[in-house]
């Protein structure tokens, strides 16, 4: 017996008064065309456990879009989440609780229809933080990234690889990347030195948020960071201890504050944009002034010992 089937039997299994049991129904819209009903859609049911949502229940719609599942144990602690499957897409509803007070719930929900290309995604917002460390740059960057359009982007197949439906161009030798949500870390890879994912992206708005480090070998840095999207506000932030000059292609912004410097563009930039930031006076690491200091002795006991070769042989 599979966990699903099993946690749903241990679910009914539960000692119930008779009427003890709750019903969530609701309908099923394509919200691409004017949220007309979805006969023949599929309706997958969760429920809460230890923290995940696991599937528990699943039926098709009726020609009206119409589903209903009953006999649903009413215990205040479990959550049903519905949700709907539509062109590989899956588009989870409000999340509901039953009770002896809510003994049914009925909810919407709506799917689209899914486009391949070209993609209409924008970025809102671009925010990039640099924090310079001994040897390194910290960086954060959060994205408001916004699906304008009433179709869910899925990507093109390529050969037999998985669809790319957004890929980030992180500045090179970029490391240590971490994700603020664990679902994006999952879905997101390294592809030919970058980040790529194949999430599908419906309608609306999405936060991306991830942190990556960038070593630095010398003490005058250039950073540069080419934009995936077409970007409406991009903000680009230093911030340190004795950060000394920096220098960047997009406006000054004049909000800095003291061991801060902010640049600013407020209007649409193009995707393939270059940003470029460059710093006069990062800290390195005590090993590389140790390696200029023994190529800079070694240059010295070269040339000293060529001097002393020339004097001996005159």
Known sequence: MSPVILYLTVLLAQPNA???????SGTAVNGTHGHTPLADAEIVLRASQEGAFVPVAQM?????????????????????????????????????????THRAANIKLIAFDAIE?????????????VHPGKGFLDI????????PSLTAFI???????????????????????TFDKEFHGRNFQIQGGHLTTGLPWPP??????????????????????????????????VIGKDIGLVTCNLPASTTASAGEVTFAHTTLLRAGAKIELQLRSVPLRFETYGRWLAAAA?????????????????
């Open 60 to 100: 098709t719609t009726d020609a009206l879009g119409r589903f209903t599942f009953d006999e649903l144990p009413l215990e205040s602690d479990i959550i049903y989440l519905a949700g709907v499957n539509r062109a590989g897409v899956h588009y989870p509803g409000p999340r509901v609780r039953l009770d002896a």
């Open 117 to 129: 290309s070209p993609a209409p995604l924008i970025s809102h917002r671009h925010e990039i933080t």
């Open 204 to 237: 609306g708005s999405r936060e991306l948020k991830l942190t990556y480090r960038v070593p630095v070998t010398q003490r005058q840095a250039i950073l540069s960071r080419i934009l995936d999207l077409p970007t409406e506000n991009a903000i680009l932030r």
């Open 18 to 24: 008779p009427g003890d049991f709750g019903t969530i």
């Open 155 to 177: 990507g093109t197949q390529e050969d037999e690889n998985s669809p790319i439906t957004l890929r980030l161009s992180l500045p090179a030798g970029f490391d240590k990347v």
């Open 140 to 147: 954060t960057e959060t994205l408001t990234i916004q699906n």
């Open 298 to 314: 070694l240059a010295a006991l070269v040339t000293g010992s060529a001097a002393f070769i020339r004097r001996r042989h005159v």
